[in-house]
């Protein structure tokens, strides 16, 4: 079992930057892949970043590409997302994610959600 404590939404003006922070605690964190997610209201959860269990390589929703970077700390239990240039659009719940295996899979685990308002 992982538990994961996300931290840093807040309401910021557009183009801004904010940068969330997840902190797990359980399983080894070193051992999983990690991602972000976002919901925003009326849409379903979509995928934003993941990074693999070392660290090496990463990927990116195309609507966030060049923008966000996800990046993780195994040494902290942490993975972070730095967002820049926020837009409107990017208004939404970010859901910090654990995966047991493929990291283009569904996750196994996952946060209860920070809220990041982004206002133009």
């Known amino acids: 079992q992982v538990q994961l404590v996300e931290s840093g939404g807040g309401l910021v003006q557009a183009g801004g930057s904010l940068r969330l922070s997840c902190a797990a605690s359980g399983r080894t964190f070193s051992n999983y892949a990690m991602g972000w997610f976002r919901q925003a209201p009326g849409k379903e959860r979509e995928f934003v970043a993941a990074i693999r269990s070392s660290g090496g390589s990463t990927r990116y929703a195309a609507a966030v590409k060049g923008r966000f970077t996800i990046s993780r700390d195994n040494a902290k239990n942490t993975v972070y997302l730095q967002m820049n240039s926020l837009k409107g659009v990017d208004t939404a719940v970010y859901y910090c994610?654990?995966?047991?295996?493929?990291?283009?899979?569904?996750?196994?685990?996952w946060g209860q959600g920070t809220q990041v308002t982004v206002s133009s």
């Open positions: 994610a654990a995966y047991k295996g493929s990291w283009y899979g569904k996750p196994d685990y």
